[in-house]
């Protein structure tokens, strides 16, 4: 069976999907046709189903719910991993203060909108440019992602919240990112396949973590070994094998918290 899969060139995602990619692991007759794209392309062709199985922001999947349904593993969730406001050490901020933020169905963005619920003067903004948006002075500050929470500092930026912090002080519970959805229109003996599969592809790269060098090298966008490594040891952990009692239940309040029903059914 042919199906469509989209991830980011993150090196989270790389490194999960790369024994199921490479055929490092039995993928019980599916055949995978792999799309790449950022987190926001994602999210928006998740809208139009455009995809049998795809990454994307839990605030965008609560928006598509009925096309799609939560796989229990692959997803991103975790503490100390949350999105970052940051700005210049002189800007002040208030609540016309212009925000660069990585997509308006990002989980970050709906954070920034828990904490923040009257700043509402955003750009939209890929966010590999979010920092460089803010030194230019192009935006007042900007809501960082992935490894730019590793190179912020040394670029002079300075952090006015971690909304990851945030969360948990506010829920005791992970902060979930992304998850992987498939279409619910597949029969469910093909969901749990697709499921078994990715966690399989999870456990080898956890067991051959050098493995996946290569494959997430290629798409790292000249990233330092470095950063690669602290971007996966922190996106990548238990949660993405399995949600777990623990996961579900955040993933839960996070619908709760942005206004949107839940029930089970969200589950494969």
Known sequence: MNLTL???????????????VHHKIDTEGLIFDVVFADVEQLNKWAFQGKLDITKLSYNAFTHCVRDYVLLDSGSALGNNCGPILIKKPNTILNMESKIAIPGKYTTANMLLNIAFPKNQNKVETIFSKIENQVLEGKVDAGLIIHENRFTYKDKGLKKVIDLGEFWEKETDLPIPLGGIVVKRELPLSEQKKIERVIR????YAFKNPSSSNNFVKCHAQEMEKKVVDAHIALYV?????????????AV???????????DNSLFS
Not at 200 to 203: D, N, P, Q, R, T
């Open 6 to 20: 989209g991830f980011s060139p993150c090196p989270n995602d790389t490194f999960i999907f790369d024994a199921l």
């Open 200 to 203: 399989k592809s999870v456990e």
């Open 237 to 249: 952990n238990d949660y993405s094998i399995s949600l777990g009692k623990k996961g579900r239940k």
């Open 252 to 262: 839960k309040l996070l619908f709760k918290k942005s206004g949107h029903l839940f």
